[in-house]
T-cell receptor
C-alpha cells in the first residue's frame, strides 16, 4: 500500500534560519512520482516540485532544495534562509506512475517563520 | 493561466441537507479529483473521474457521490449532510493521458454542517 509520512506536525523558526521538512514514503511500485506542495493561508495548494523515482539527483531552486534518497525512501525539503512568506503548510505526496495519477498525501507540516 | 474554480469558498449547511460542491476546470484535463482535508489527516481522496460519466471511488467515498456530465465540470454531492462531513474540500485536475506533472488545485470550499 502507498503511504506518506510527515512526522513533523509543526515547526517554528526565526527568519533567516534554515529548516528541513521530512518526508518518508512507502510503495511497492518501482516507478512512481514524488511531489511537494505548499498551502499558504489562502488555502490553494501550490505545486513546488515533481521528482520521478529514477531521478535521484538533488534539486535546488533558489532558497529551496530537495534531497531524494531511494535507499531510505525519503524526499526531504530544505528552505535556506527562511522568510516570513514561507509560513504555510507543506505537503509531500506520492503518485502512481501508471493508472489514474492518484495521489497519496502526507498529513502536512505547518511551518511558522517568525520575524 | 490554467484554472480550477470551486464555486463556493465557504458554505454552511444543515444536517440532512443535500449539498452540491461544484468544480470547473478550463484546461481540457481528463482527470478530476475530490479530496477532503482535515487537520492531522492530510488530504484524503473521496472520488475521482477519468472521463465524462466515468468515476471511481477513492479511499473515503461513504456518504458522497459525484457527477461528471461534462468534461470541465466535476460535482461532489453530499446526499444527506452530517456534522462529520464538516471539512475543507479540494478539487484538483490533471491532464491524464499517461501524463503526471502534478495536480492543479482549486482554492477549496470550507463546508460547515450544523
Amino acid at each position: 500500500a502507498q503511504k506518506v509520512t510527515q512526522a513533523q506536525t509543526e515547526i517554528s523558526v526565526v527568519e533567516k534560519e534554515d529548516v528541513t521538512l521530512d518526508c518518508v514514503y512507502e510503495t511497492r511500485d518501482t516507478t512512481y512520482y514524488l511531489f511537494w506542495y505548499k498551502q499558504p493561508p489562502s488555502g490553494e495548494l501550490v505545486f513546488l516540485i515533481r521528482r520521478n523515482s529514477f531521478d535521484e539527483q538533488n534539486e535546488i531552486s533558489g532558497r529551496y532544495s530537495w534531497n531524494f534518497q531511494k535507499s531510505t525512501s525519503s524526499f526531504n525539503f530544505t528552505i535556506t534562509a527562511s522568510q516570513v512568506v514561507d509560513s504555510a503548510v507543506y505537503f509531500c505526496a506520492l503518485s502512481e506512475a501508471l493508472g489514474f495519477n492518484k495521489f497519496y498525501f502526507g498529513s502536512g507540516t505547518k511551518l511558522n517563520v517568525k520575524p | 493561466d490554467v484554472k480550477v474554480t470551486q464555486s463556493s469558498r465557504y458554505l454552511v449547511k444543515r444536517t440532512g441537507e443535500k449539498v452540491f460542491l461544484e468544480c470547473v476546470q478550463d484546461m481540457d484535463h481528463e482527470n478530476m479529483f475530490w479530496y477532503r482535508q482535515d487537520p492531522g489527516l492530510g488530504l484524503r481522496l473521496i472520488y475521482f473521474s477519468y472521463d465524462v460519466k466515468m468515476k471511481e471511488k477513492g479511499d473515503i467515498p461513504e456518504g458522497y457521490s459525484v457527477s461528471r456530465e461534462k468534461k470541465e465540470r466535476f460535482s461532489l454531492i453530499l446526499e444527506s449532510a452530517s456534522t462529520n462531513q464538516t471539512s475543507m474540500y479540494l478539487c484538483a485536475s490533471d491532464p491524464g493521458r499517461m501524463l503526471n506533472y502534478g495536480y492543479t488545485f482549486g482554492s477549496g470550499t470550507r463546508l460547515t454542517v450544523v
